[in-house]
């Protein structure tokens, strides 16, 4: 599976649940805390329409999620693994 990106903060509930279900469905990402990189949290921003709103969640199939709930989450990290896209 190609490369997933999650751009967080480390004080964020909303980011450590999203980790959580990552780590239950064991699919890796790359996380990025857009505290510590200004780069990052510039490319949130731009995706956001002005906002840092985190999790910002990038996919493969360049889909975004933003501050998902564990089932949308969940259903589309469940397509990718199936291969639906």
Known sequence: MAE???YGTTWCPDCARAKQVFNKLKIPFD???IDRDETAAAAVAKINGGF???PTIVFPDN???VEPG???L???LRSLISGEN
Do not use: G
Request: no cysteine; charged share 35%.
């Open 63 to 65: 889909a975004v999620l």
């Open 52 to 54: 840092k709103s985190v």
């Open 31 to 33: 996380w990025v805390d």
């Open 74 to 76: 969940e259903k589309k």
């Open 70 to 72: 564990n089932a949308e």
């Open 4 to 6: 997933i990106t999650m």
